[in-house]
Antibody
Framework: QVQLVESGGGVVQPGKSLRLSCAAS????????MHWVRHTPGKGLEWVAA????????YYADSVKGRFTISRDNSKNTQYLQMNRLTAEDTAVYYC????????WGQGTLVTVSS | EIVLTQSPVTLSLSPGERATLSCRAS??????LAWYQHKPGQAPRLLIY???NRATGIPARFSGSGSGTDFTLTISSLEPEDFAVYYC??????????FGPGTTVDIK
């Protein structure tokens, strides 16, 4: 079955960087658009970024454009989210998801931006 | 960008009661709408996709309806495990995918 395992979260100071990873299994990874979605108690669910199946095209929410970079390595069935110039507003649980409708969801990885 | 609005913000009901949640889109999204359930400390779960199709393993008490701009999620008879936050999401025109702000169903 589909499994998506996020990692790389942690506590980071404002202005610093962090890279999240997502290991995928149980489906043909290189056929699917991959996404990152985040959740905060105050704002709810927010779509963050997506990358095309071959990695050639990236899409971003306005709130992260220019600071975050999504990428993937189809040889490793893994996608990444490089997060730069982090702010407190980026504090959230980040989820890695595939395809059209988001199912299933992993446990996510918590990113806390705090001094 | 398509904006999704959910109402009510909070729905206070008792187990066994019927819950009706609304999601309205700022422009037509055909039937490209999904509903998710999110409980504290857990990952969100897909309930309904394409407006009215139950996802795998979702009980029959959950149903979705609507098309165009107005959508409804109905829980026919609330079970204790159904008290949670419910989000709608569209994927008609993206980026961005957009979610509604959520409706909290809590115990009266």
């Amino acid at each position: 079955q589909v499994q998506l395992v996020e990692s790389g979260g942690g506590v980071v100071q404002p202005g610093k960087s962090l890279r999240l990873s997502c290991a995928a299994s149980g489906f043909t990874f290189n056929r699917y658009v991959m996404h990152w979605v985040r959740h905060t108690p105050g704002k709810g669910l927010e779509w963050v970024a997506a990358v095309s199946s071959d990695g050639s095209t990236q899409y971003y929410a306005d709130s992260v454009k220019g600071r975050f970079t999504i990428s993937r390595d189809n040889s490793k069935n893994t996608q990444y989210l490089q997060m730069n110039r982090l702010t407190a507003e980026d504090t959230a649980v980040y989820y890695c998801l595939n395809g059209g409708w988001f199912d299933p969801w992993g446990q996510g990885t918590l990113v806390t931006v705090s001094s | 960008e398509i904006v999704l609005t959910q109402s009510p913000v909070t729905l206070s009901l008792s187990p066994g009661e019927r819950a009706t949640l609304s999601c309205r889109a700022s422009q037509s999204i055909s039937n490209y709408l999904a509903w998710y359930q999110h409980k504290p400390g857990q990952a969100p779960r897909l309930l309904i996709y394409d407006a009215s199709n139950r996802a795998t393993g979702i009980p029959a008490r959950f149903s979705g309806s609507g098309s165009g701009t107005d959508f409804t999620l109905t829980i026919s008879s609330l079970e204790p495990e159904d008290f949670a936050v419910y989000y709608c999401q569209q994927r008609t025109i993206w980026p961005p995918f957009t979610f509604g702000p959520g409706t909290t169903v809590d115990i009266k």
